[in-house]
């Protein structure tokens, strides 16, 4: 173990953390760790093919320290999480894992948020060779690994980067512009050659040392915007006067140009909150303008509206239909992922489940409708862990997940959907192939306040399509005749209303168009819409 004994400026002695060290002492320790350099991991092409912006990704999200405990308080290590949570995200179908921040930590109620040891996978869990065990396994077992980034903020703990060698070295000199008021958190200076020079580094680090497949770059709207969560005179211009930090843009476009030269088939995605402009789009050559360069970016817009239409009791939803049908406006003006994330569990938000409107029949019902609906929707997927079997109380990251709630029907028939929902989502061109272009969507229905039903079709790039139609009140519609693109035999290949994910068994058997017209198609089907469901219907041949 080691430390970098500083005599800086003010003639003030400090003990520092090595910000380069591969390796870390166990918190409440803060020494840094002798640990060689390991070996560089080329990306795979079936990893890179996995990552295009056409093929399915369903993300498992998991915070390593709370998936599950062993003896009921300890944490997993690395190796045990390799031959646990690796094989359990595999067999539900997941084609991802999204880990929160891996990077040493010193708090651990931050969920690795706030990172020091940024080159140092948390020694919570074990070595660095621990981590690269199940980093393999999860490759091995045909799962992408993705990482949690943060280089928007950094605390201030005295063995850290704070005033390094007695000045401002990582960060703004200026607290208007090196100090985050939301976490009391540094804010590095990305105006510097050495420091975007360090976070670049470290971001091939992960990727050429570990083969991490990804990075998700944490709180990115707090990077773009200087006066981002503060008031008038407490931030300062840029050099044109505007609100914009250039600097931030700058680096990030720098970085995943670089990324995209030297790692192709890598992951770059975005929380980016804002409606800033071409966040997944190429920068230009000269990197000074264009797009940011992520090849994703969450889609906090849809997450929001479809979690405040599902809390509204079915009697109102026909007054808001809008909520669910405004995405659609913008729904390709980025690459986006549907994220229903760690964020939305806490804080007094409550459970996914805990979200749904209705007694609690009403709220498992709402809840698979909600996840149908995602599964169908434009943009690739992010669910966090417990939500799959509808954990009914908020995460707690002290905790482990209440895994006992597997053996009760309710919640092992939302846990089925959702494997489900990733085998046919990966199975069927139709529903992955264009997530990101307009050519994979077209309404159907969209306009059917009255009955709050909504229905859609998507689309392959060769022509093949899948038809969704959900109904979100309580009341089952018989005889609802729904216009289709393509005359023939119809099956059902999800109904979120089936008895084997806990619903009622209301659904469709043999489905045969007719030759009436219906919602602009010369084609239509006469449907059985169970209630609070969510049907993905699946021609059949062409008729000869």
């Given at each position: 173990?080691?430390?970098?004994?500083?005599?800086?400026?003010?003639?003030?002695?400090?003990?520092?953390?090595?910000?380069?060290?591969?390796?870390?002492?166990?918190?409440?320790?803060?020494?840094?760790?002798?640990?060689?350099?390991?070996?560089?991991?080329?990306?795979?092409?079936?990893?890179?093919?996995?990552?295009?912006?056409?093929?399915?990704?369903?993300?498992?999200?998991?915070?390593?320290?709370?998936?599950?405990?062993?003896?009921?308080?300890?944490?997993?290590?690395?190796?045990?999480?390799?031959?646990?949570?690796?094989?359990?995200?595999?067999?539900?179908?997941?084609?991802?894992?999204?880990?929160?921040?891996?990077?040493?930590?010193?708090?651990?109620?931050?969920?690795?948020?706030?990172?020091?040891?940024?080159?140092?996978?948390?020694?919570?869990?074990?070595?660095?060779?621990?981590?690269?065990?199940?980093?393999?396994?999860?490759?091995?077992?045909?799962?992408?690994?993705?990482?949690?980034?943060?280089?928007?903020?950094?605390?201030?703990?005295?063995?850290?980067?704070?005033?390094?060698?007695?000045?401002?070295?990582?960060?703004?000199?200026?607290?208007?512009?090196?100090f985050h008021q939301d976490w009391n958190t540094l804010i590095y200076n990305f105006g510097r050659s050495e420091v975007r020079n360090f976070l670049i580094g470290n971001a091939f680090y992960w990727l050429e040392r570990f083969g991490i497949d990804g990075l998700r770059v944490d709180a990115v709207a707090s990077m773009l915007y200087r006066d981002y969560s503060r008031g008038p005179g407490q931030w300062i211009p840029n050099r044109h006067g505007g609100r914009e930090n250039l600097e931030a843009m700058d680096f990030l476009r720098r970085l995943n140009h670089q990324i995209g030269v030297e790692r192709p088939g890598t992951l770059m995605i975005a929380e980016e909150s804002t409606a800033f402009p071409g966040v997944s789009r190429p920068p230009a050559p000269d990197l000074a303008s264009g797009g940011l360069g992520f090849h994703f970016k969450w889609n906090m817009g849809w997450m929001h509206d479809a979690l405040d239409y599902m809390q509204l009791d079915p009697v109102y939803r026909r007054h808001?239909?809008?909520?669910?049908?405004?995405?659609?406006?913008?729904?390709?003006?980025?690459?986006?992922?549907?994220?229903?994330?760690?964020?939305?569990?806490?804080?007094?938000?409550?459970?996914?489940?805990?979200?749904?409107?209705?007694?609690?029949?009403?709220?498992?019902?709402?809840?698979?409708?909600?996840?149908?609906?995602?599964?169908?929707?434009?943009?690739?997927?992010?669910?966090?862990?417990?939500?799959?079997?509808?954990?009914?109380?908020?995460?707690?990251?002290?905790?482990?997940?209440?895994?006992?709630?597997?053996?009760?029907?309710?919640?092992?028939?939302?846990?089925?959907?959702?494997?489900?929902?990733?085998?046919?989502?990966?199975?069927?061109?139709?529903?992955?192939?264009?997530?990101?272009?307009?050519?994979?969507?077209?309404?159907?229905?969209?306009?059917?306040?009255?009955?709050?039903?909504?229905?859609?079709?998507?689309?392959?790039?060769?022509?093949?399509?899948?038809?969704?139609?959900?109904?979100?009140?309580?009341?089952?519609?018989?005889?609802?005749?729904?216009?289709?693109?393509?005359?023939?035999?119809?099956?059902?290949?999800?109904?979120?209303?089936?008895?084997?994910?806990?619903?009622?068994?209301?659904?469709?058997?043999?489905?045969?168009?007719?030759?009436?017209?219906?919602?602009?198609?010369?084609?239509?089907?006469?449907?059985?819409?169970?209630?609070?469901?969510?049907?993905?219907?699946?021609?059949?041949?062409?008729?000869?």
């Amino acid at each position: 173990m080691y430390k970098f004994e500083i005599l800086g400026a003010h003639d003030k002695v400090t003990l520092k953390a090595d910000p380069y060290a591969f390796q870390s002492e166990l918190r409440p320790g803060t020494a840094s760790v002798v640990c060689g350099l390991p070996p560089r991991r080329a990306m795979r092409p079936a990893r890179a093919a996995a990552n295009a912006l056409g093929a399915p990704m369903s993300m498992y999200e998991v915070h390593l320290g709370s998936w599950r405990k062993a003896d009921g308080w300890r944490w997993l290590n690395y190796r045990e999480l390799a031959d646990t949570l690796v094989p359990y995200a595999r067999d539900l179908g997941f084609t991802h894992l999204e880990l929160l921040p891996v990077s040493e930590h010193p708090f651990d109620a931050s969920w690795g948020y706030q990172p020091l040891g940024m080159f140092s996978p948390t020694a919570r869990f074990g070595n660095p060779e621990d981590f690269q065990y199940f980093v393999d396994a999860a490759h091995a077992a045909g799962l992408g690994v993705i990482l949690d980034w943060v280089p928007a903020h950094f605390p201030s703990d005295a063995h850290g980067l704070a005033d390094f060698d007695g000045t401002h070295l990582y960060e703004y000199a200026d607290p208007k512009e090196g100090f985050h008021q939301d976490w009391n958190t540094l804010i590095y200076n990305f105006g510097r050659s050495e420091v975007r020079n360090f976070l670049i580094g470290n971001a091939f680090y992960w990727l050429e040392r570990f083969g991490i497949d990804g990075l998700r770059v944490d709180a990115v709207a707090s990077m773009l915007y200087r006066d981002y969560s503060r008031g008038p005179g407490q931030w300062i211009p840029n050099r044109h006067g505007g609100r914009e930090n250039l600097e931030a843009m700058d680096f990030l476009r720098r970085l995943n140009h670089q990324i995209g030269v030297e790692r192709p088939g890598t992951l770059m995605i975005a929380e980016e909150s804002t409606a800033f402009p071409g966040v997944s789009r190429p920068p230009a050559p000269d990197l000074a303008s264009g797009g940011l360069g992520f090849h994703f970016k969450w889609n906090m817009g849809w997450m929001h509206d479809a979690l405040d239409y599902m809390q509204l009791d079915p009697v109102y939803r026909r007054h808001h239909q809008n909520l669910l049908t405004f995405g659609l406006m913008y729904a390709f003006s980025e690459n986006f992922v549907l994220p229903l994330s760690h964020d939305e569990v806490v804080h007094g938000k409550r459970s996914l489940l805990g979200k749904m409107a209705g007694d609690p029949w009403q709220q498992f019902a709402n809840l698979r409708t909600l996840y149908g609906l995602m599964w169908a929707y434009p943009g690739k997927k992010l669910l966090f862990m417990g939500s799959e079997f509808a954990q009914p109380t908020e995460w707690a990251d002290a905790d482990s997940l209440p895994w006992h709630l597997q053996d009760q029907p309710a919640h092992a028939g939302v846990q089925r959907l959702v494997h489900d929902l990733n085998r046919v989502y990966c199975a069927f061109p139709a529903l992955h192939e264009q997530d990101v272009e307009p050519g994979g969507f077209s309404w159907i229905a969209h306009q059917d306040h009255a009955q709050s039903v909504l229905a859609f079709a998507r689309w392959s790039r060769s022509g093949q399509c899948a038809v969704v139609v959900c109904n979100f009140t309580p009341l089952p519609r018989a005889g609802y005749r729904l216009g289709v693109p393509q005359g023939g035999a119809w099956r059902e290949l999800i109904n979120t209303d089936a008895a084997v994910y806990g619903g009622s068994g209301i659904g469709n058997g043999s489905l045969h168009t007719d030759a009436q017209w219906a919602h602009g198609h010369g084609q239509s089907l006469v449907l059985h819409l169970p209630p609070l469901s969510c049907l993905v219907l699946e021609p059949g041949l062409m008729p000869t």
